[in-house]
């Protein structure tokens, strides 16, 4: 994607990561079936390290740095369904990574022995929720904001959405 304003490139290379983080996620659930053993060996723990600290911080900077910034000059832009319809994604996808961080954490300070179960069913919901929700924002949200941004109000932003890093 060759965007050609500052604050939707930024947004589509946090989309990248993520997809990148999702992709490690779903192999982690195709080696390890929900009812199989849970999987465990050299390496898991930094990735449960990784993934609770992007559920933790980079989902709730992204979401927040949206809402609170790029949502509002949508609204003023005549466009707040899409605004509100990602708005409503947010909240679904925030509680079910507040779930996923929680059971990451615990298995890896304690393993999979009680939770893998449950793990792998968040993870499901988590990858199902943010894949749909990337794509809406990919071939909705950013080409809306190529189209609304000034050379200004993208610098600004662009700023402040790198000083949330």
Partial sequence: ???GRQTTRMIHDDHVASIGLLNELE???SR?????????G????NFLRSLASNLERDVTRHFDFEQGR????????GDSDIALLLTDEHDGIRDVATRLAAAANAARENGF??????FHQLSREYIERQIS?????EMALLPMLEDLL???TDAELSQAYAETR
């Avoid at 050299?42 to 723990?45: D, N, V, W």
């Avoid at 790029?70 to 832009?77: E, K, N, S, T, V």
């Avoid at 022995?113 to 449950?118: F, L, P, T």
Wanted: hydrophobic share 30%; charged share 25%; proline share 10%.
């Fill in 1 to 3: 994607m060759q965007e």
């Fill in 27 to 29: 192999t982690l659930l």
């Fill in 32 to 40: 390890n079936r929900s009812s199989g053993p849970a999987p465990s």
């Fill in 42 to 45: 050299p390496g898991l723990a």
């Fill in 70 to 77: 790029l949502f509002p000059l949508l609204g003023d832009g």
């Fill in 113 to 118: 022995a009680q939770g893998w179960k449950e």
């Fill in 133 to 137: 929700h990337i794509q809406k924002e």
């Fill in 150 to 152: 000034d050379e200004e």
